[in-house]
């Protein structure tokens, strides 16, 4: 089985781990991911902020390409570049005029009917029915599922699991024997790119987050975004200053989880790449 | 605001979306994460854009909240009229550039979105490397984050050598017809 893969330049750099560990589960099951050739930034937090029209011709040259390269799916872990995607195809969809605009600023004309997989709804489809039969090392702990914004946000265009309390991740953590604990933060906003520019609020937004999960007992926390990681990870001391207590749960992949499960080595799934040590699972 | 039109109808214009239909529960203000840190609110935003008064919308284009809003979408998840804030609030900053007033306090997350696109705009992928770098040069914050440094080599994270995409051409394209419209 073969499909589209879009790393975006987060898994490429700062979340490299997020990278590994998913090209490391796929082929366990099977599944050949592959690149988009000559794939671009899909203009993240910062495009749609200061120029719609960019906001939408950026991830528009790159589903061009994927038609282009005869791909019907692409999978796109980074729960931003998936929401930036997805929202570009669905606005474009909806407007002829729009979409004859933006393609003359790429270049390209295209259909815009690839199907978008953000990582859970990749695991749910083409790993989920296999993942029992591969368990070697149950994954027994208690966790805290976070799906942050953009994974089921905006509910009208991604049609992605509940958009209030979301089970799809805990579902998953639980069929790995992981137990998925009721909390209050599941898709509250961690601060996302504000991380460099205010990091003040990136530790209060955070720090409500992994306080929240740490204080109901959860031993890590499950993400399915490079930003969302990166502020509960990377800006942990930041965290700790303005909850007043050093919290040491750690912030792992659903990939990284499901890849322990079904015993891959936790240095293949880039394990030992967090600030907040892994070392309790 | 070059033209004669009021603003909600601007707004329609331009996004799509028909201010008029919040009847303001306050439902977004209520959920927003970081309500308690803005200037205005953004249910008190809809409002003030409701009374189509120009003194008002100068007030919200020059206003930190605009800046503040992540588009984290759970104002639109919320609300009962399915009003899209979240891209009004892309129409607002984006105005707020072209009408120069940008709130002061908000010019280092504007640097950073002109430090990501510009990273962009050279090789079609962003390097955090350089993007990081154009931030520090933009708001003279050089020290920031610089003991983030050594861990992140370690843990092999950081990338000095930026990707390049083939099609810079089209990058060029997409980045120059896009501008300023």
Redesign the interface.
Same mark, same amino acid.
């Given at each position: 089985m073969k499909l589209g893969f879009y790393p975006g330049c987060s898994l490429n750099g700062t979340a490299r781990e997020y990278n590994e560990s998913v090209k490391a589960l796929a082929p366990v099951f099977g599944i050949e991911l592959i690149d988009i050739d000559d794939w671009n930034c899909c203009g993240a937090s910062a495009a749609h902020a200061v120029n719609r029209d960019l906001s939408l011709a950026l991830p528009a040259r790159t589903l061009a390409l994927a038609e282009k390269q005869g791909f019907d799916e692409i999978v796109v872990p980074c729960a931003a570049c998936f929401n930036r995607l997805a929202v570009a195809q669905y606005e474009l969809n909806k407007d002829e005029m729009l979409k004859k605009s933006v393609e003359k600023s790429i270049d390209m004309t295209f259909n815009n009917d690839i199907k978008i997989l953000n990582v859970v709804q990749f695991i749910d489809k083409y790993i989920k029915d296999k993942i029992l039969e591969k368990i070697s090392h149950k994954f027994e702990h208690q966790v805290a599922c976070y799906y942050g914004c953009l994974l089921v946000r905006p509910n009208k265009i991604i049609d992605f699991d509940r958009v209030e309390d979301p089970t799809s991740l805990d579902e998953l953590m639980q069929l790995i024997g992981a137990t998925p604990i009721d909390w209050g933060f599941k898709t509250e906003c961690c601060g996302a790119s504000l991380s460099i520019a205010r990091t003040d609020l990136v530790a209060k937004l955070s720090g409500n987050i992994v306080k929240d999960a740490a204080d109901r007992g959860a031993e890590a926390i499950i993400v399915a975004c490079p930003m969302c990681h990166s502020n509960l990870d990377m800006r942990r001391p930041q965290i700790d200053e303005y909850v007043g207590e050093k919290i040491s749960t750690p912030v792992i992949y659903i990939t990284q989880a499901i890849g322990l499960a079904v015993g891959i080595a936790p240095e293949k799934l880039g394990l030992q790449r967090h600030f907040v040590k892994v070392n309790t699972l | 605001m070059a033209t004669n039109h009021q603003i909600s109808t601007r707004i329609k214009a331009a996004t799509g979306v028909d201010i008029a239909m919040c009847y303001q529960c306050g439902k977004c203000t209520a959920g927003c994460?970081?309500a308690g %840190?803005m200037d205005y609110p953004s249910s008190m935003i809809m409002r003030m854009l409701q009374t189509n008064d120009e003194e008002n919308y100068r007030k919200i284009i020059s206003s930190e909240a605009i800046?503040?809003c992540? +588009?984290?979408? +759970?104002c /639109? #998840?919320r609300c009962p009229k399915?009003v %899209?804030i979240?891209k009004v609030m %892309?129409?607002l900053?984006?105005d707020s550039?072209k009408n120069k007033c940008v709130s002061p306090k908000a010019k280092?997350?504007?640097? &950073?979105?002109?430090s990501? $696109?510009g990273a962009?705009k050279t090789s @079609?992928?962003?390097?955090?490397v350089f993007m990081?770098i154009g &931030?520090k040069l933009r708001?003279l914050r050089l020290w920031? %984050?610089i003991n $983030?440094v050594p861990?992140?080599l370690a =843990? @092999? =994270?950081? !990338?000095f050598i930026p990707?390049s /995409? =083939? #099609?810079k051409r089209? $990058?060029k +394209? /997409? &980045?120059k017809?896009? +501008?300023n !419209?």
């Open positions: - | 994460v970081l %840190d800046w503040l992540q +588009n984290c979408e +759970n /639109i #998840g399915e %899209d979240p %892309d129409y900053r984006a550039v280092p997350i504007l640097s &950073f979105y002109q990501f $696109l962009v @079609g992928r962003l390097s955090e990081t &931030f708001t920031q %984050d $983030l861990s992140m =843990k @092999g =994270k950081l !990338k990707e /995409i =083939k #099609g089209n $990058l +394209n /997409i &980045f017809s896009t +501008n !419209k």
